[in-house]
């Protein structure tokens, strides 16, 4: 480790502190309603969407109303995105004469991109036309986001709001989110990422003689608008299969760093308009600090893990950190740096190849997904996961002093807690029982690169990486199989909707109940024992869950590598 490395890791975080506040403030705004900078050009699209759809912004809805609306629009975005792939070949805008993608793998891509998992089981450049890239992946890279932020917002309105039934309107969210916050932040993103030289063309792919004489066919397109959203809305799904590493999705380090930036930049705002709903920004920057915590604790192993390198590679007498699957664009600081935060988020991008890790250093990434993905997280996704924690957190906290839990005025009675935990055990059956049966299935085990426990890492990572909604690849595994496609696909609607439905009931049952005035023994949500609490239930259920699964693959063969054995 470098005092440099350190000092890029530090500015970053300062970076994305400074944002919170007025990102949140201005998010805050567009979800109450209220008048923005951009409202006098927006507003009449706004309410001319509206119209046009048969909703209002005077329309609220009922939890169950509003689940409903989710899960009807996913469907929707579903069966949209199957049939462009598979009429691929017949549709326009198609230079390169790709045909239609196979059934189960584009079963695995529409139900990747509408969850806002991203998960990739192809080449991007060589699968997927223009039309299907734009009008297919990147729109749902819009919706899904919006959806994402839509469900946190609802579930904030659960805590903020009192003796009410309803808790917002799913379709009037989802408008606000594209047209007010996503939409202007990606066309300022888009245009910066062309400058920096990221293509954005519909020109057919380039024809080019190397220095030897041979022929090279180079991939461009409509990169640097697909780039921006998959940035910002936590996607991760990268026009190139090579993702961030490739040169035209990150040219430079002002890229990456601009990357880095737009993938926490609207979770960690959320905790802020969080603090504003419920009238106490002091709750929402407790949240962020144990989000912090529990960021910094994985970059520092991450980074001290790639630094230190193979003891092995020491042995031969070749010093410095582990360079293997690395950018020397970006070295083992910003390679480190860009794991953690990717799988803190739930967003699929990388610049570096985590199969190429040491076990440590790829153990860290294994561990921000198994605990939902809740330090930042995806854009929405991860903040109403941490809201699942500290349902239990109270909880907890009511049964050592002996009260009923509450937090911000609402009492966490039974049926919370219940929807708190099915949300989050849901996660742990999607990935552990698919990665217990893909290990001893035989066409599945013939799809792994290695043997060992490197060979098991490389399958929890993909069903975890399914599950979480991340969508990152391991690497080393042949993912494109039907096995693979179908059961992937599985894991990713498990691990959606099996927590948007259990967060979106707590929200209705808490917006039903009224505000109980704080009084001297209620728990105080706001301070350094509150983080404290919240932090310690999140590693110790994520500890006992996952902690065997972890043994048997990063864990032993970091000790096998002290000891001379390789994966």
């Known amino acids: 480790m470098t005092l440099n490395g350190w000092l890029q890791i530090l500015v970053y975080c300062g970076i994305v502190v400074l944002l919170v506040k007025p990102l949140g403030g201005y998010m805050y705004r567009v979800f109450n309603g209220d008048r923005t900078f951009l409202s006098p050009v927006l507003g009449p699209i706004e309410r001319g969407l509206y119209r046009i759809s048969g909703t209002s912004e005077r329309e609220e809805q009922h939890w169950t109303t509003y689940a409903a609306g989710i899960m009807f629009f996913s469907l929707a975005s579903f069966l949209v995105l199957y049939v462009m792939q598979r009429l691929q070949g017949v549709l326009p805008y ?18 990747s991109f509408p969850t806002n998992t991203n998960w990739q089981n192809y080449g991007g450049e060589s699968t997927m036309s223009y039309l299907v890239q734009m009008a297919g992946l990147a729109v749902q890279n819009f919706m899904s986001a919006a959806v994402g932020i839509a469900i946190a917002v609802a579930l904030i309105r659960g805590f903020a709001r009192a003796s009410v039934k309803s808790i917002g309107n799913f379709w009037v969210d989802m408008t606000r989110c ?24 519909l020109g057919p792919y380039v024809n080019a003689t190397t220095l030897e004489g041979a022929q090279q066919t180079i991939a461009v397109g409509p990169v640097a608008s697909q780039l921006a959203i998959k940035m910002l809305g936590t996607n991760g799904g990268g026009f190139f299969n090579a993702n961030s590493a490739h040169p035209f999705e990150n040219p430079d380090a002002i890229s990456n760093f601009i990357q880095m930036v737009t993938i926490f930049a609207l979770g960690a705002a959320l905790t802020n308009v969080f603090g504003r709903m419920v009238g106490n920004q002091r709750q929402g920057w407790a949240i962020l600090a144990a989000m912090g915590v529990l960021f910094i604790a994985g970059v520092a192993v991450c980074y001290w893990a790639e ?13 410095g950190g582990n360079m293997e699957g690395k950018e020397t664009r970006f070295g083992i600081a910003l390679s480190a740096l860009f794991a953690v935060i990717t799988t803190a988020a739930s967003c699929g991008a990388v610049n570096a190849m985590h199969d190429s890790f040491t076990a440590l250093g790829g153990m860290i990434p294994l561990i921000n997904m198994q605990l939902g993905e809740v330090i930042v997280g995806g854009v929405g996704a991860g903040f109403y996961g941490i809201l699942m924690f500290i349902v ?24 919370e807690v219940k929807m708190a935990m099915l949300a989050i055990l849901c996660l742990p059956l999607a990935m552990l029982i698919f990665t217990a049966i893909a290990v001893v299935l035989p066409s599945a085990v013939a799809s792994i690169a290695n043997g060992g426990p490197h060979g098991f890492s490389e399958v ?23 096995w693979y ?11 959606r909707f099996l927590v948007i439905i259990p967060a979106l009931a707590i929200a209705g049952s808490l917006a039903a109940k009224k505000t109980v005035p704080a009084s001297a023994g209620t728990f105080p949500t706001d301070g350094p024992l509150f983080v404290g609490l919240l932090i310690g239930v999140i590693v110790i259920v994520g500890g006992l869950t996952f902690f065997p699964a972890l043994a048997v693959g990063p864990i032993i063969e970091h000790l096998a590598m002290i000891h001379g054995q390789t994966f």
């Open 94 to 111: 198609n230079p390169a004469g790709m045909t239609a993608v196979e059934p189960t793998l584009a079963f695995n891509t529409a139900v």
């Open 307 to 319: 630094a230190a390198g193979n003891p092995l590679i020491h042995a031969l007498g070749i010093d």
């Open 392 to 415: 239990i957190a109270v909880f907890v906290a009511g049964l050592m002093v002996g009260r009923t839990p509450e937090y911000l005025g609402k009492k966490i009675e039974a049926k």
């Open 485 to 495: 496609n179908i059961t992937i696909g599985i894991g990713m609607l498990m691990g």
């Open 178 to 201: 594209t047209l007010y916050i996503l939409l202007p932040l990606c066309i300022v993103l888009t245009l910066a990422y062309v400058w920096l030289g990221v293509p954005q063309t």
């Open 460 to 482: 929890l990572y993909a069903y975890t990486s399914a599950a979480a909604n991340n969508g990152s690849g391991f690497g080393g595994l042949s993912g494109n199989t039907p």
